[in-house]
């Protein structure tokens, strides 16, 4: 059974980072094309950033430069580096597998992380 197990979130000052983390199950991890979206309150979930296998990356343009994804095939995780967090970036945030329409993954969704961006 796939499973994605998020952890790392909370409250933080805006300027503030944080550091997510993934733990994936039940999927040939190694190959797998990895990813991070968010869920505001009110809007569809949105993809934030993605990590092939071999280590490419790719980022929602409204992170570019302030967010890195990046990936451990040893332990199975896929981190989410978060800097200078802004308010717009308070969401719950998941891991699954790629896809530039998440709503129509079959994979389950993990329960998320919560991000609050406030002062």
């Known amino acids: 059974q796939v499973q994605f197990v998020e952890s790392g979130g909370g409250l933080v000052q805006p300027g503030g980072s944080l550091r997510l983390s993934c733990a994936a199950s039940g999927i040939i991890f190694r190959i797998a094309y990895m990813a991070w979206y968010r869920q505001a309150p009110g809007k569809q979930r949105e993809l934030v950033a993605g990590v092939t296998g071999a280590g490419t990356t790719n980022y929602a343009d409204s992170v570019k430069g302030r967010f890195t994804i990046s990936r451990d095939n040893a332990k199975n995780t896929v981190d989410l580096r978060l800097n200078s967090l802004k308010a717009e970036d308070t969401a719950v945030y998941y891991c699954?597998?790629?896809?530039?329409?998440?709503?129509?993954?079959?994979?389950?969704w993990g329960q998320g992380t919560q991000v609050t961006v406030s002062s």
């Open positions: 699954n597998l790629y896809s530039r329409a998440p709503a129509t993954l079959s994979t389950n």
